[in-house]
């Protein structure tokens, strides 16, 4: 650990503090994060200062007081937010979420004790010539093992919050770190209390989880621990080891792109009987937004179209497939069916042949308007017979991109026997 890679906002922070008599230490995924020498985006620093001191220190800063109630307040510094938290203990957690009071104190190992995991359980500042670094539950020891581990009684950890469990497991999925056995035991022990935790808490771990760069076994332990059960109920029937582990496989074979790993963790739906319905329903249940859903249902329909590389009509099959559903879930679909039909891989390279000619794919590619319809005297009776005419121009530059000129389409229009 050193000072040199440290952003000089968060020195500055730690050396205000320090002049006026506090403590300042920076804690939490911040530190290790630094340990790891991975990018850090949230500096988090714990003192022992009271919010109204950090509000009266840094009154010359624009601060943010959202979490007073807490003790965290946010000075912002040069553009670079950093979160400022007074020690603290924690009351009883009644809702297995969030404790019912807390109490500041001037005790940096008592604000460390309420931690989750040993990993976050550190505290560091490279200023102090003592106590520079504080480690009562040798965090970076595990961080250099890579394991996950609560802080005390996991048991207790977890009724504490139950949403930790799920934090556990999408470390696995981020650091590619294991889960410590006792602590893995208290997850599928006290796996059922995640149904006290609100559905948009959980939704978001588990797409946090998909984008780890480690999923496999972090999908495996969250089937192995339960925790699947009772976050997807309705799945628990289809699902067993096996295809846990071909999922996961699966993902972890997907680009980094969140509408393609929760298309791969739900590819088991195209397999089974009323597979569309159970699947809105989950994501439903999940409160994925409209976008998503219906998303996911288009890469799905394009998943289950048969379609031949040879076959003579296949660009035109894509072009109106990237047309329906969009160019990107094209791509999903065409990259999950690779991942379970290598013979499909060239219909890819045809996409790619489609987008680098530029060819028209959308209907507003086309280089005629409604405008241009109506010049031809089209629509006086009917207005419908515009959309209609426009329908049938788009597929006739679907099927031959060159035809997607001004002069061929109103010569072929005025041609048509209406």
């Known amino acids: 650990m050193d000072l040199v890679s440290i952003p000089k906002e968060v020195k500055g922070v730690l050396n205000r503090i320090l002049d006026e008599g506090g403590q300042a230490y920076i804690v939490g995924g911040a530190l290790r994060d630094h340990i790891m020498g991975r990018e850090i985006f949230d500096w988090d ?9 950090i509000e009266y220190k840094f009154k010359d800063m624009k601060i943010v007081t959202t979490g007073r109630r807490f003790g965290t307040m946010t000075v912002v510094t040069d553009r670079l937010p950093i979160e400022i938290t007074t020690y603290r203990v ?136 339960r925790l699947l059960t009772y ?45 569309q319905v159970l699947l809105k329903k989950i994501l439903r249940g999940l409160k994925y937004d409209n976008d998503t859903r219906r998303n996911v249902s288009n890469i799905f329909s394009a998943y289950n179209t048969a379609m031949v590389p040879s076959s003579p009509n296949i660009e035109y099959r894509l072009r109106k497939l990237m047309g329906s559903i969009g160019v990107d879930n094209t791509l999903i679909a065409l990259r999950l069916k690779k991942y379970t039909n290598k013979d499909i891989k060239n219909l890819i390279q045809n996409v790619e042949c489609i987008l680098a000619r530029k060819d028209p794919i959308h209907k507003s590619d086309l280089k005629i308007d409604g405008y241009d319809i109506i010049s031809l005297g089209i629509g006086q009776r009917d207005k419908r017979d515009i959309g209609r005419i426009l329908d049938t121009a788009y597929d006739w530059v679907l099927k031959d991109p060159n035809a997607n000129n001004k002069d061929i389409l109103l010569s072929r229009i005025s041609n048509l026997d209406l």
């Not at 620093?45 to 001191?53: F, G, K, M, R, V």
């Not at 699902?239 to 846990?244: E, G, W």
């Open 45 to 53: 620093i714990a003192t022992s200062l009271l919010p109204e001191e």
């Open 90 to 225: 924690e009351g009883d957690y009644r809702d297995f979420r969030r404790p019912d009071r807390v109490k500041f104190t001037p005790d940096i190992y008592e604000d460390l004790k309420r931690r989750d995991f040993t990993m976050n359980a550190m505290a560091f500042n490279p200023i102090l010539k003592h106590r520079q670094f504080i480690d009562p539950y040798k965090g970076y020891k595990d961080i250099k093992k890579g394991i996950i581990r609560a802080v005390g009684n996991p048991h207790k950890r977890f009724c504490e919050d139950a949403l930790r469990m799920m934090r556990a497991i999408r470390f696995m999925s981020e650091l590619g770190f294991t889960i410590e056995d006792n602590t893995l035991d208290a997850i599928a022990e006290n796996s059922h209390l995640i149904k006290n935790i609100s559905v948009e808490r959980i939704r978001d771990e588990l797409n946090k989880t998909l984008l780890g760069s480690f999923p496999v076994n972090s999908i495996k332990t969250l089937y192995d621990s």
């Open 231 to 275: 976050i997807m109920p309705r799945a628990t029937k289809y699902l067993d080891s096996p295809s846990i582990e071909h999922i996961a496989s699966i993902i972890s074979r997907c680009d980094s792109n969140l509408l393609e790993r929760i298309s791969a963790l739900f590819l088991w739906t195209t397999k089974i009987e009323d597979g």
